[in-house]
């Protein structure tokens, strides 16, 4: 089955400071995507990256990043210089087989909270 | 704005009773997705349509259905309310069914259970 870990409950920060969000998978497919969600204290949930099984590159964007190793099944998101609009919940997800016709479904994993103090 | 539109936003009812969850896709998405978000169970798959027909089931309850219609707009019904239903639920939708597709959530239903 697939699932999702993400071991950080909440994390609180000061601003400018340099959080990561730790992800972590499991799937016995070789094929699947991964996904990190925004959902900001709005309460609508936003996407903001999908990596495939086969791309291991990390990427960059502006002061967002994620690290994905298939090696320790990890895909983990670090926010440099942090600000106060950064505080939301951040959600990893996994794109897993279910259903008829081969369809799959996405798996999100518990969330983490996090607080950027000014 | 997502593209996505969910109805009603906030809806308050007693146990025992019956809702019904609207949801109109972004255009020219084919597929639409159903997700319960509670404080203890987290952001759970209910059900996905494609194109009007069910592709995959989750952790969907009896009580609840769903469907979609020829306009591509999906409800969520759900029945015989309990205090354990209080939820947001989202839907989302995506181009296709695939599992490489991002999904595009609307802004959620929150159901309060009396």
């Known amino acids: 089955a697939q699932k999702v870990t993400q071991a950080q409950t909440e994390i609180s920060v000061v601003e400018k400071e340099d959080v990561t969000l730790d992800c972590v998978y499991e799937?016995?497919?070789?094929?699947?995507?991964l996904f990190w969600y925004k959902q900001p204290p709005s309460g609508e949930l936003v996407f903001l990256i999908r990596?495939?099984?086969?791309?291991?590159q990390n990427e960059i964007s502006g002061r967002y990043s994620w690290n994905f190793q298939k090696s320790t099944s990890s895909f983990n998101f670090t926010i440099t210089a942090s600000q106060v609009v950064d505080s939301a919940v951040y959600f990893c997800a996994l794109s897993a087989r279910g259903g008829k016709g081969g369809s799959e479904k996405l798996v999100f994993g518990k969330g983490t909270k996090l607080t950027v103090n000014p | 704005d997502s593209g996505v539109t969910q109805t009603p936003k906030h809806l308050i009812t007693a146990t025992g009773q019956r809702v019904t969850l609207r949801c109109s896709p972004r255009s020219g998405d084919l597929s639409v997705y159903w997700y319960q978000q509670s404080l203890d169970q987290g952001l759970q798959f209910l059900i996905q349509y494609y194109n009007g027909e069910e592709r995959a089931k989750g952790n969907i309850l009896e009580r609840f259905s769903a469907q979609q219609f020829p306009d591509l707009h999906s409800e969520l019904n759900l029945s015989s309310l309990e205090l354990g239903d209080s939820a947001l639920y989202f839907c989302a939708s995506s181009v296709v069914g695939s599992g490489a597709n991002v999904l595009t959530f609307g802004a959620g239903s929150r159901l309060t259970v009396l």
């Open positions: 799937t016995r497919d070789t094929t699947y995507y």
């Open positions: 990596r495939n099984s086969f791309d291991e």
